[in-house]
């Protein structure tokens, strides 16, 4: 859902001469993708939580995770994603921009937003480090928490076979994990001081479609 915001619109570029796009649209498109992206990176945190259960609690696994918790860890999931990107869009909304608003971004990405700003964009950036911090900095340390007890709990098996399947269960989550938090994090945990367009397109590119591009195969 979330490339969908991004990845039409992009081919409606690469494919028609204009370029153009509403500052309503710009608007929705920089919300939805925000709200769908970093509900991506608390749900990888959900994944890990079901890995940890799967693997050091397994026959306890339809006990503790039920259907009630799931539907709960899935609300809750997308209602902090959507709630944080309100806060981005909104101040980024607010800045005064002076012209020519030329996004050198192939879709409307905060940081490639905010550097067309007339005035110092200091206590945005620092509100969006807070929700990054927030948002992908926590998520991944317990990420890394639950694979440090899932590890210890593969180690205790005795058997290799058993060992190898409980690590091809955890591989997919660590390269779809590894995948999206490294480009994402380089992206937004940063100053807009060391804001280099071109290279922001490429890790954009890499993290938005590639990483999804790989889905099929890495969870197959």
């Known amino acids: 859902g979330y490339i969908s915001t991004t990845v039409p619109q992009m081919l409606v570029h690469l494919l028609a001469q204009s370029q153009t796009i509403s500052f309503a649209g710009c608007w929705l498109q920089m919300f939805v993708f925000g709200a769908l992206g970093l509900a991506e990176c608390i749900f990888f945190v959900v994944m890990a939580y079901d890995r940890y259960i ?18 709960q860890l899935a609300a809750g999931t997308c209602a902090c994603g959507f709630f944080f990107s309100l806060i981005h869009t909104f101040l980024t909304m607010q800045l005064p921009y002076c012209g020519p608003n030329v ?9 490639s937003v905010r550097s067309l700003a ?4 200091h206590l945005i950036e620092i509100v969006d480090l807070v929700i990054s911090v927030f948002l992908a900095a926590v998520p991944l340390s317990l990420i890394v928490a639950s694979y440090i007890r899932i590890a210890q709990s593969i180690f205790k098996i005795k058997s290799v076979r058993g060992r190898c399947k409980a690590f091809s269960t955890c591989a997919s989550h660590l390269t779809v994990v590894s995948l999206f938090y490294a480009p994402a994090t380089y992206i937004y945990m940063r ?3 060391s804001y280099s367009p071109e290279q922001d397109k490429q890790i954009s590119l890499f993290y938005n479609v590639f990483t999804a591009l790989l889905n099929p195969i890495i969870y197959t």
């Open 191 to 193: 100053p807009n001081s």
């Open 118 to 121: 007339c005035i110092d964009t």
């Open 103 to 111: 996004v050198n971004h192939y879709f409307c990405e905060g940081p």
């Open 54 to 71: 799967a693997i050091c609690y397994p026959l306890r696994y339809t006990v503790i995770l039920k259907w009630g918790l799931c539907a």
